[in-house]
Structures are given as structure tokens and as C-alpha cells.
């Protein structure tokens, strides 16, 4: 699976304020410690590994046909600053906010962001954008909560999102619900058995919850494809021998 893309844009057009943008995923940083106690310290959890960011979806913003082209912080600032004029000047569609909150999100600007997508809410409370991408914000503020309750609405509108569901399981990890993310990644793992890293957070929950067999079994799966699993193995099956 390949979850990065160029973020793509066109200029806004300022004359009636319909501003067209094309964005082909917004990537930002999420930095979220995986406590426990296994030696396993302060994992940066993602889809892929653990050194990836996560996604910030904005379908609604994808133009096709449009020019690729990688932006700066300052072009995101300018983005924002074109919004602000846009929202001010007119109504205030949830598209609007959409937008901006997109750019507070490359940013890292998550407060301003979350504002923006609870605007976007209000008037839209369906939309799975700001639903999602709220969820991450969320996150981001270590507010594990408030981002599960977000990525679950987002689920039952697209229950078979990969993303939602991983990030679900992030927060469920973090708010101590082992078994509840151990259930998002065996329908991960349903959806695309090729993906190594899902058989490796699996695996460390399971052990987690002293499933030590389970945990080995995980990653057995994949010890040729991550150096992750093949290291677990070699320090924690020696559990198994010993009892």
C-alpha cells in the first residue's frame, strides 16, 4: 500500500472567491507514544512503519486534472490568509472551512484546524473529511478520546477505510482498549493481509495481553519482510521455551 502523495493545488481564483483547490493528501506529523512495558518504548505508530505520517484526507478539495506541485509553509500561510478573506467575504460554506482547515492542518496548526472542521460540522454533520481529519487533530493534541469518538462516526460512514480504522486502533491502544485494537487490526489484516506492520502492532498487543503465542505467531508472519518482528522474536520467544 502506498499512502503518500504529492499534495497538489491550483491558484485560487479571488474574483467571485470560489476558490478551486487540488490537494492530493495533506501529510503531517503524528508523534504518538505507544506505552508499555515490554520494551517495546515510545513506538511512533503508522501505517506503514513506524516512521511514517499519517494522512490527512480531503477529498473534497481533489481536482482532477490539475498540476502537481509539492507547497511550501509559506504557501500554506498564503492559502490560509486567502480563506480567512473568502469565509469573511461570503457565508462560510463548509467547503470554505474544509479548505482552510486543511492548510491550519499542513501547518500543524491542530487548534485552529479542529475550529475550522467543527464549523464544517455543524452545517454538515456527515462529513467525513472533517470528520476524519478532525480525528487526527485530535490525536495530534493527544486527545485519544475526542479522536475516537470522531474516527467512529467516520467508520460508519466508510466502515472499510484502512486509515480510519488504523488510527482507531492507535486510539484505542492509547486509551488502554488492547482488545479493541487488537479487533481493528485483525479487520486491517482482513481488508490487506500484505501489510507487515499491521501482523506487528497486532502482535504487540498481543503480547501486551500475555498472548505471547499469538504475538510470536504475528510476527513470524512477516520476520523476512520487517527487521521489527524478526528482533521481537528473538527477544520474547524464549518465553515460550521456558514454560
Same mark, same amino acid.
Do not use: H
Given at each position: 500500500?502506498?499512502?503518500?502523495?504529492?499534495?497538489?493545488?491550483?491558484?485560487?481564483?479571488?474574483?467571485?472567491?470560489?476558490?478551486?483547490?487540488?490537494?492530493?493528501?495533506?501529510?503531517?506529523?503524528?508523534?504518538?507514544?505507544?506505552?508499555?512495558?515490554?520494551?517495546?518504548?515510545? =513506538?511512533?505508530?503508522?501505517?506503514?512503519?513506524?516512521?511514517?505520517?499519517?494522512?490527512?484526507?480531503?477529498?473534497?478539495?481533489?481536482?482532477?486534472?490539475?498540476?502537481?506541485?509539492?507547497?511550501?509553509?509559506?504557501?500554506?500561510?498564503?492559502?490560509?490568509?486567502?480563506?480567512?478573506?473568502?469565509?469573511?467575504?461570503?457565508?462560510?460554506?463548509?467547503?470554505?472551512?474544509?479548505?482552510?482547515?486543511?492548510?491550519?492542518?499542513?501547518?500543524?496548526?491542530?487548534?485552529?484546524?479542529?475550529?475550522?472542521?467543527?464549523?464544517?460540522?455543524?452545517?454538515?454533520?456527515?462529513?467525513?473529511?472533517?470528520?476524519? =481529519?478532525?480525528?487526527?487533530?485530535?490525536?495530534?493534541?493527544?486527545?485519544?478520546? *475526542?479522536?475516537?469518538?470522531?474516527?467512529?462516526?467516520?467508520?460508519?460512514?466508510?466502515?472499510?477505510?484502512?486509515?480510519?480504522?488504523?488510527?482507531?486502533?492507535?486510539?484505542?491502544?492509547?486509551?488502554?482498549?488492547?482488545? *479493541?485494537?487488537?479487533?481493528?487490526?485483525?479487520?486491517?489484516?482482513?481488508?490487506?493481509?500484505? =501489510?507487515?506492520?499491521?501482523?506487528?502492532?497486532?502482535?504487540?498487543?498481543?503480547?501486551?495481553?500475555?498472548?505471547?503465542?499469538?504475538?510470536?505467531?504475528?510476527?513470524?508472519?512477516?520476520?523476512?519482510?520487517?527487521?521489527?518482528?524478526?528482533?521481537?522474536?528473538?527477544?520474547?520467544?524464549?518465553?515460550?521455551?521456558?514454560?
Amino acid at each position: 500500500m502506498q499512502y503518500c502523495f504529492k499534495k497538489t493545488i491550483v491558484k485560487c481564483i479571488k474574483a467571485n472567491f470560489l476558490i478551486k483547490t487540488a490537494m492530493k493528501t495533506l501529510i503531517f506529523t503524528l508523534a504518538l507514544a505507544f506505552s508499555c512495558t515490554l520494551g517495546f518504548s515510545q =513506538n511512533l505508530i503508522s501505517m506503514e512503519n513506524s516512521s511514517e505520517e499519517p494522512l490527512a484526507k480531503n477529498t473534497a478539495l481533489n481536482n482532477a486534472g490539475a498540476t502537481k506541485t509539492i507547497l511550501t509553509t509559506a504557501d500554506y500561510k498564503t492559502l490560509v490568509k486567502d480563506y480567512t478573506t473568502a469565509i469573511k467575504s461570503t457565508a462560510g460554506t463548509p467547503e470554505l472551512y474544509n479548505k482552510r482547515a486543511a492548510a491550519y492542518l499542513a501547518l500543524k496548526d491542530y487548534k485552529e484546524a479542529i475550529a475550522d472542521y467543527n464549523e464544517v460540522l455543524k452545517k454538515d454533520k456527515v462529513n467525513y473529511d472533517a470528520l476524519y =481529519n478532525r480525528g487526527l487533530a485530535k490525536m495530534k493534541t493527544r486527545d485519544f478520546r *475526542g479522536g475516537l469518538n470522531d474516527l467512529n462516526r467516520a467508520l460508519k460512514i466508510t466502515p472499510t477505510d484502512q486509515e480510519a480504522l488504523f488510527y482507531r486502533a492507535v486510539c484505542k491502544s492509547n486509551l488502554f482498549d488492547n482488545k *479493541g485494537a487488537i479487533r481493528d487490526y485483525t479487520t486491517l489484516i482482513s481488508l490487506d493481509s500484505t =501489510n507487515a506492520n499491521f501482523y506487528y502492532e497486532r502482535g504487540i498487543l498481543y503480547y501486551e495481553t500475555y498472548n505471547t503465542k499469538a504475538a510470536l505467531a504475528d510476527w513470524a508472519k512477516i520476520s523476512d519482510k520487517d527487521p521489527r518482528a524478526a528482533k521481537a522474536i528473538k527477544k520474547y520467544g524464549k518465553e515460550l521455551e521456558t514454560k
